[in-house]
């Protein structure tokens, strides 16, 4: 919705009418208020000098016009100003002529003549003004990707988006210039890389440094075009369908791991996906990726092509926990002093002062233990031995205590799976490790919390569990914090290390 500003015009006329009212109230007041609508919204245009993540860089002496585009095309008054917070690095005139003078930076701004309106209409850009660029010296794209274009291959009339780094880190422009040399077979958008397949083939695309550099770096790489193969039937192989029986809270999981499309190499990415409960699964209509957003719970997954349709069940598995940190923190808080943040990976536990702090499990509870070995891959603030009591602890708490409270000290009663611990510089972690509690071995802590052994088999069920870190202050040197990567629960040991071999590197 646009903002609009009222703006009241004739003072004059309307004291008049107010008067003429006074004096006869059978009478309307003449005439009405003039509306007036404003610049709503003002976009800076990008220039040859914004440098690819939203700031600009120049050299001095160098001169430019900048540009907006209006999102107000019915304003009355569509005239802006520009300006400079620093003159000394970069003046600008008003029409938003910009000459640069020495190296530092400024703040270049938009307002609406009229001086106000909503943070729309007032945008700004830096601009970093330096004595000389950094150019890019080398282009490089992962492995993997690599091997997916050139070997696997993309589909007819499927959109990816290209991606290359950059070395070194701090190059001034982290732009680049694409180019296929058979639009026919795929076309590539020349300045973000998307890359669309047009028909079966093989094309090459280059990839060149936009950095201002008189010989800019390229690299050029094989996109394989697969021809379309269109989708009869849409089934699910043996074991993707008890896969998705038993999906654990916080998952991520590809359903082209478990379709089974005829004929034989029908194209994947022609199906959309959708979910009948996306309160406890939700799906990627694209890349039929889902996410599982409930401790318990069914829900459909739909699988459509054209007039092929499929409807396939998936269902929680009680008390399968397999959550990782990669873009949120939810449900897990911090308790005891801790603080919680995200980097997009894992997730971190910065210790109070007193150098402790909780991540305490906050989703709906109780909690079905039937898959009861717990396992965290964690990198803790200093090198705690496990099942000793010294100084600095890693623990569960759940209603029936500390885990095995009961069996001497609770501190750091974890166990390390073998080919997986941390490796140190000193007593500081320099990588993670995996630890696992197997809450079939018992809870406890006196009086109310007597030994308590879950069963083997069978379900149990948990009220409330958290990890929690104690007494790092006491320790001299120790991070500060722990970082925790996933959380997973298994049936067994054996399963646990059955999934370690297969998707995490030995640390030794």
């Given at each position: 919705?646009?903002?609009?500003?009222?703006?009241?015009?004739g003072?004059?006329l309307?004291?008049a009418?107010?008067?003429?009212?006074?004096?006869?109230?059978?009478?309307?007041?003449?005439?009405?208020?003039?509306?007036?609508?404003?610049?709503?919204?003002?976009?800076?245009?990008?220039t040859?000098?914004?440098?690819?993540?939203?700031?600009?860089?120049?050299?001095?002496?160098?001169?430019?016009?900048?540009?907006?585009?209006?999102?107000?095309p019915?304003a009355?008054?569509?005239?802006?100003?520009?300006?400079?917070?620093?003159?000394?690095?970069?003046?600008?005139?008003?029409?938003?002529?910009?000459?640069?003078?020495?190296a530092?930076?400024?703040?270049?701004?938009?307002?609406?003549?009229?001086?106000?309106g909503?943070?729309?209409?007032?945008?700004?850009?830096?601009?970093?003004?330096?004595?000389?660029?950094?150019y890019?010296?080398?282009?490089?794209m992962?492995?993997?990707?690599?091997q997916?274009?050139?070997?696997?291959?993309?589909?007819?009339?499927?959109?990816?988006?290209?991606?290359?780094?950059?070395?070194?880190?701090?190059?001034?422009?982290k732009?680049?210039?694409?180019?296929?040399?058979?639009?026919?077979?795929?076309?590539?958008?020349?300045?973000?890389?998307?890359?669309t397949?047009?028909?079966?083939?093989?094309?090459?695309?280059?990839?060149?440094?936009?950095?201002?550099?008189?010989s800019?770096?390229?690299?050029?790489?094989?996109?394989?075009?697969?021809?379309?193969?269109?989708?009869?039937?849409?089934?699910?192989?043996?074991?993707?369908?008890?896969?998705?029986?038993?999906?654990?809270?916080?998952?991520?999981?590809?359903?082209?791991n478990?379709?089974?499309?005829?004929?034989?190499g029908?194209?994947?990415?022609?199906?959309?996906?959708?979910?009948?409960?996306e309160?406890v699964?939700?799906?990627?209509?694209?890349?039929?990726?889902?996410?599982?957003?409930?401790?318990?719970?069914?829900?459909?997954?739909i699988?459509?092509?054209?007039?092929?349709?499929?409807?396939?069940?998936?269902?929680?598995?009680?008390?399968?926990?397999?959550?990782?940190?990669?873009?949120?923190?939810?449900?897990?808080?911090?308790?005891?002093?801790?603080?919680?943040?995200?980097?997009?990976?894992?997730?971190?536990?910065?210790?109070?002062?007193?150098?402790?702090?909780?991540?305490?499990?906050?989703?709906?509870?109780?909690?079905?233990?039937d898959y009861?070995?717990?396992?965290?891959?964690?990198?803790?603030?200093?090198?705690?031995?496990?099942?000793?009591?010294?100084?600095?602890?890693?623990?569960?708490e759940?209603?029936?205590?500390?885990y095995?409270?009961?069996?001497?000290?609770?501190?750091?009663?974890?166990?390390?799976?073998?080919?997986?611990?941390?490796?140190?510089?000193?007593?500081?972690?320099?990588?993670?490790?995996?630890?696992?509690?197997?809450?079939?071995?018992?809870?406890?802590?006196?009086?109310?919390?007597?030994?308590?052994?879950?069963?083997?088999?069978?379900?149990?069920?948990?009220?409330?569990?958290?990890?929690?870190?104690a007494?790092?202050?006491?320790?001299?040197?120790?991070?500060?914090?722990?970082?925790?990567?996933?959380?997973?629960?298994f049936?067994?040991?054996?399963?646990?290390?059955?999934?370690?071999?297969?998707?995490?590197?030995?640390n030794?």
């Open positions: 919705m646009k903002n609009k500003y009222i703006i009241f015009a003072v004059l309307m004291a009418s107010l008067v003429n009212t006074a004096c006869d109230n059978s009478k309307d007041i003449e005439g009405t208020l003039e509306r007036v609508d404003l610049l709503s919204e003002i976009t800076i245009e990008q040859v000098y914004h440098t690819g993540s939203g700031s600009m860089c120049m050299l001095p002496n160098q001169e430019i016009q900048m540009n907006c585009v209006l999102g107000s019915e009355l008054n569509k005239n802006y100003v520009w300006t400079s917070s620093d003159e000394s690095v970069a003046s600008i005139t008003p029409m938003g002529f910009l000459v640069t003078r020495k530092g930076e400024t703040v270049l701004s938009v307002t609406p003549e009229i001086g106000f909503p943070a729309e209409a007032m945008p700004s850009v830096v601009l970093k003004v330096v004595d000389q660029f950094a890019i010296e080398h282009i490089s992962a492995e993997e990707d690599l997916k274009l050139g070997v696997e291959g993309i589909w007819e009339g499927e959109i990816s988006q290209l991606t290359v780094t950059a070395t070194p880190t701090d190059a001034t422009f732009r680049y210039k694409w180019k296929s040399e058979k639009p026919d077979i795929a076309t590539v958008d020349e300045n973000t890389g998307l890359l397949g047009v028909k079966a083939g093989e094309t090459k695309i280059t990839v060149t440094a936009d950095d201002f550099n008189a800019p770096v390229s690299m050029t790489f094989t996109v394989k075009v697969n021809p379309t193969i269109p989708v009869e039937s849409i089934g699910l192989t043996d074991e993707g369908e008890a896969y998705l029986a038993a999906l654990g809270y916080g998952e991520t999981y590809s359903m082209e478990a379709v089974d499309l005829a004929p034989a029908a194209t994947y990415t022609l199906i959309s996906w959708s979910s009948d409960n309160s699964v939700s799906i990627d209509e694209k890349t039929g990726v889902l996410k599982v957003n409930a401790l318990t719970g069914t829900a459909n997954i699988a459509t092509y054209g007039d092929v349709t499929a409807k396939i069940p998936v269902s929680i598995a009680g008390g399968r926990l397999w959550y990782s940190f990669e873009s949120q923190i939810a449900p897990w808080k911090a308790e005891n002093g801790g603080t919680l943040s995200t980097d997009g990976e894992k997730l971190k536990l910065t210790l109070s002062s007193s150098g402790g702090g909780s991540v305490l499990f906050d989703g709906t509870l109780p909690l079905s233990l009861p070995i717990l396992a965290v891959k964690i990198m803790l603030p200093y090198n705690v031995t496990p099942g000793t009591n010294n100084q600095g602890t890693f623990f569960i759940t209603q029936y205590g500390r095995l409270h009961g069996n001497g000290t609770g501190n750091n009663k974890f166990t390390v799976v073998e080919g997986y611990e941390s490796q140190y510089d000193g007593n500081l972690p320099t990588t993670p490790m995996v630890c696992c509690f197997d809450l079939t071995n018992g809870f406890g802590g006196g009086g109310e919390y007597e030994l308590h052994n879950l069963p083997q088999s069978g379900v149990e069920e948990i009220s409330s569990f958290k990890f929690r870190l007494d790092f202050n006491k320790v001299e040197g120790h991070l500060g914090y722990t970082d925790i990567y996933w959380i997973r629960s049936k067994t040991v054996d399963e646990l290390k059955a999934y370690l071999a297969e998707t995490e590197s030995n030794n």
